[in-house]
């Protein structure tokens, strides 16, 4: 015997409240006394559940794979796989460093609107900032004689 259920439930994007069971989505059907029976959301499948209070009291098979199998595991689901799946993003997955910038722009202009010549003044000003930093990401620092990395250079 399965052991008591509680019924989870979604608002629809109409505002109606469905159930969410075991991946399918049931609309309210009929209310009769303490039961209220749902049906599921496929007009075109059998599948029903009926709840007492807030808990599931029986439910019947589907002629579909649940809601998350057909939207997101299924060969032609509506959101692929590599849609949704993160793992193997190379790169900044937020745009934070774009804020970081705007953020910094704000500050140092004054105003919304600046003047033409002052905004081309703090472009020229960032592009200069960014070159500095490019180049000092390229920059190797000089090895002193004798330090442990020139006499690796010499038995080389
Ligand atoms: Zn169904």
Redesign the pocket.
Known sequence: MAGIRKVDYVMSQKGTVQVFLDG?CYNKNVVRQTCIHWK?V?ST?K?RCTTVGDFIRNVSD???PPYMVINLVDDDARFPIPLWNHHQTAGPRTNNNLEGFHHRLNRILPHCHPNIYRFVEVIKEIVCADRTKIAQLDFVPPHPAGSEFTERLKIA
Do not use: L, N, P, R
């Open positions: 399918y599921c496929d499948c599948g589907h002629t579909h």
